[in-house]
């Protein structure tokens, strides 16, 4: 009996080992706050920290990263004026990584947002409400950019775009955005086409980060035909 609870607590042990370990490898992120440059209209305060939080969601369901905590990397960085710059100099990006225990900052710019809205027919205006007969796109661009918290190099860097698409409730109200919480946000075309970058940041991020195997070569075939697609959208002088 003795030489049995012994051999289970060896296994127990031992399985507690192997479950550090595999801990232990991966990738501690702290996802700093999003910031706004395309002066988007359904942007407003407190956002930014939402949409970082939803990315951090989404990196830590992955079961590929260990993410920091919004409260723990939020105040370091308003100590150290990062949260609007964005910028991390070499003591600063060290200072973060020791308090907080992250081995990497993400940082994500929304650069550029653009959205169309559609005529279909058969729609109902009440006021300044119009319910139905339109079709509304969105599309955001997001900058992507991942510090190594100990020697503040940009390790990753990637411009990540989405359109997303929906109809209904337009006209007065932005998009339906009724409230200023993320929820009513989410359900918007812009709300998706930002769900849509979030779900391809963490996509990338685990094929850069984990893997690393030939999903790199898709990535990069991604970005040729994403930077040829911009090139013909504008004429350049030769």
Known sequence: M??????????????GLGAGVALAKKPVLGVAEFQNTSGAGWWRGGMGWDLAGMLASELASSGEFRVVERSKLEKVLQEQDLGASGRVRRRTAAKIGRITGAQYLVFATITAYEESVKGTGGGISIGPISIGGKKEDAYVSVDLRVVDSTTSEIVLSRAIEAHAGGGGLSGG???????????GFEKTPAGKAVRACIVEIVDYLECAMIYKDDCLQEYRAKERRRRAKTKKSISLDE
Not at 2 to 15: E, H, N, V, Y
């Open 2 to 15: 003795k030489r049995l609870i012994i051999a289970a607590l060896s296994i127990t042990l031992l399985l």
């Open 173 to 183: 109200i932005h998009f339906g955005v009724v409230d200023a919480n993320l929820g």
